[in-house]
Antibody
Framework: EVQLVESGGGLVQPGGSLRLSCAASGFTFGRYWMSWVRQAPGKGLEWVANIKEDGSEEHYVDSVKGRFTISRDDAKKSLFLQMKSLRAEDTAVYYC??????????????????WGQGTLVTVSS | AIQMTQSPSSLSASVGDRVTITCRASQGIRNNLTWYQQKPGKAPKLLIYAASSLQSGVPSRFSGSGSGTDFTLTISSLQPEDFATYYCLQEYDYPLTFGGGTKVEIK
């Protein structure tokens, strides 16, 4: 059974740092892209970042570029999100998601087929 | 960034109703669109990928259509467990972007 379990959330002051973790099990972690998606309280979903299977490629939403870093440790089957210079607007539940890539008929797709339960990050003084 | 405009933002419907949610992209995204369902306090759940392919295990009353800029999620006969918020996501280009969501409520 595929499982993704996030941890590391909590209360942090503006300008502070936090590192989120996502422990994966039930699948060959090193064969999949992985993503972070967040949801501010009462708001919609926002994709944050993703990382390629071998860690050689990363992408970020503009609002976190230069402040957040996504990384992975395939030996430990874990995904991370290092967050620095945190702002009030970063307050959200952060989900990790398996980012399934597949191609069909020459077209390629990305699908978030499994999600963790989320971890809450609150940025407040 | 590609903007995804979902409509309506909310709707009230009865069990058995046919429900249609639309998602419009600010530029063409081929069929690189997925639909997710989210219930309060829970993680999103994948429903439809590649605009019209039903994810394994998802009831056949859910269907998706569209290509280019205009997409539709249809629930053919609304069931009690379908009351939730639905989001579209374009994965054609970075940054990946979600629609604003459609909350389906009980009439």
């Amino acid at each position: 059974e595929v499982q993704l379990v996030e941890s590391g959330g909590g209360l942090v002051q503006p300008g502070g740092s936090l590192r989120l973790s996502c422990a994966a099990s039930g699948f060959t972690f090193g064969r999949y892209w992985m993503s972070w998606v967040r949801q501010a309280p009462g708001k919609g979903l926002e994709w944050v970042a993703n990382i390629k299977e071998d860690g050689s490629e990363e992408h970020y939403v503009d609002s976190v570029k230069g402040r957040f870093t996504i990384s992975r440790d395939d030996a430990k089957k874990s995904l991370f999100l290092q967050m620095k210079s945190l702002r009030a607007e970063d307050t959200a539940v952060y989900y990790c998601a398996r980012d399934l890539r597949y191609c069909s008929g020459g077209d390629c797709y990305s699908v978030f087929d499994y999600w963790g339960q989320g971890t809450l990050v609150t940025v407040s003084s | 960034a590609i903007q995804m405009t979902q409509s309506p933002s909310s709707l009230s419907a009865s069990v058995g109703d046919r429900v249609t949610i639309t998602c419009r992209a600010s530029q063409g995204i081929r069929n690189n669109l997925t639909w997710y369902q989210q219930k309060p306090g829970k993680a999103p759940k994948l429903l439809i990928y590649a605009a019209s392919s039903l994810q394994s295990g998802v009831p056949s009353r859910f269907s998706g259509s569209g290509s280019g800029t205009d997409f539709t999620l249809t629930i053919s006969s609304l069931q009690p467990e379908d009351f939730a918020t639905y989001y579209c996501l374009q994965e054609y280009d970075y940054p990946l972007t979600f629609g604003g969501g459609t909350k389906v409520e009980i009439k």
